[in-house]
């Protein structure tokens, strides 16, 4: 597809939604116009225009939190971009990870689980300490607790493996988890470094089979 067969609007814009390539989270709402996207393509950067100042701003070119695009598509009608990128740092002018942080409104379902609301929960449980949580007393008794409890966790794991328990191998794989998410969050080591190192990885293993494949 060709930047010609897109339907910018009257003003020369087309809406473009920046997306985690890690995390798939929406980043924000941006546009462009076929100057912008050129340098998008070129730089391999993002490169927005600004409604507000009638200019081009590259993402990043002030903050450094710059979104280096992996791939940009269309939609059905040609007339909506949605691009995903590996980012720098806070999508957000305001320090936020998204630009979508606002609740506005939740569904009768609530919140689901996701590892990210589990990791938070954690980081409370250490900068806000409760009694009898089990967490918290990991916190208080430190790294060297922690640590063995990984230990103890990666043996559940290994043994439960061993006797061919699906379940059971489930269960302590959680146990697992949980307990690698604690020692993250004493280490200050985020979900999302985690996923960059993996999505990287990903990334050149694509490029290999790529080259391979030629």
Same mark, same amino acid.
């Given at each position: 597809?060709?930047?010609? +067969?897109?339907?910018?609007? =009257?003003?020369?814009?087309?809406?473009?939604?920046?997306?985690?390539?890690?995390?798939?989270?929406?980043?924000?709402? $941006?546009?462009?116009?076929?100057?912008?996207? +050129?340098?998008?393509?070129?730089?391999?950067?993002?490169?927005?225009? %600004?409604?507000?100042?009638?200019?081009?701003?590259?993402?990043?070119?002030?903050?450094?939190?710059?979104?280096?695009?992996?791939?940009?598509?269309?939609?059905?009608? =040609?007339?909506?971009?949605?691009?995903?990128?590996?980012?720098?740092?806070?999508?957000?002018?305001?320090?936020? +990870?998204?630009?979508?942080? &606002?609740?506005?409104?939740?569904? $009768?379902?609530? &919140?689901?689980?996701?590892? =990210?609301?589990?990791?938070?929960?954690? /980081?409370?449980?250490?900068?806000?300490?409760?009694?009898?949580?089990?967490?918290?007393?990991?916190? $208080?008794?430190?790294?060297?607790?922690?640590?063995?409890?990984?230990?103890?966790?990666?043996?559940?794991?290994? /043994? $439960?493996?061993?006797?061919?328990?699906?379940?059971?191998?489930?269960?302590?794989? %959680?146990?697992?988890?949980?307990?690698?998410?604690?020692?993250?969050?004493?280490?200050?080591?985020?979900?999302?470094?985690?996923?960059? &190192?993996?999505?990287?990885?990903?990334?050149?293993?694509?490029?290999?089979? =790529?080259?391979?494949?030629?």
């Amino acid at each position: 597809m060709k930047i010609e +067969e897109l339907k910018f609007d =009257q003003k020369g814009l087309i809406p473009c939604v920046v997306q985690d390539f890690v995390t798939r989270e929406v980043l924000t709402l $941006a546009y462009m116009n076929k100057e912008s996207l +050129e340098i998008t393509m070129k730089e391999g950067y993002t490169c927005f225009y %600004s409604r507000s100042r009638n200019s081009l701003w590259r993402k990043g070119e002030t903050s450094g939190n710059r979104q280096r695009v992996i791939r940009i598509t269309a939609d059905c009608d =040609q007339d909506a971009l949605v691009c995903l990128v590996m980012k720098d740092g806070p999508a957000c002018h305001t320090g936020k +990870e998204s630009c979508f942080f &606002e609740e506005f409104f939740v569904g $009768a379902e609530g &919140e689901p689980f996701s590892l =990210q609301g589990l990791y938070e929960l954690l /980081v409370g449980r250490k900068e806000t300490p409760k009694e009898g949580s089990y967490t918290s007393y990991l916190f $208080a008794k430190g790294s060297e607790k922690i640590l063995k409890k990984v230990g103890e966790e990666s043996t559940e794991v290994v /043994v $439960a493996a061993m006797k061919q328990d699906k379940d059971e191998v489930i269960f302590e794989i %959680s146990d697992l988890c949980y307990h690698i998410l604690v020692l993250m969050v004493q280490m200050g080591i985020t979900p999302d470094e985690v996923k960059k &190192e993996l999505a990287g990885r990903h990334v050149v293993d694509h490029k290999v089979k =790529q080259e391979t494949m030629k």
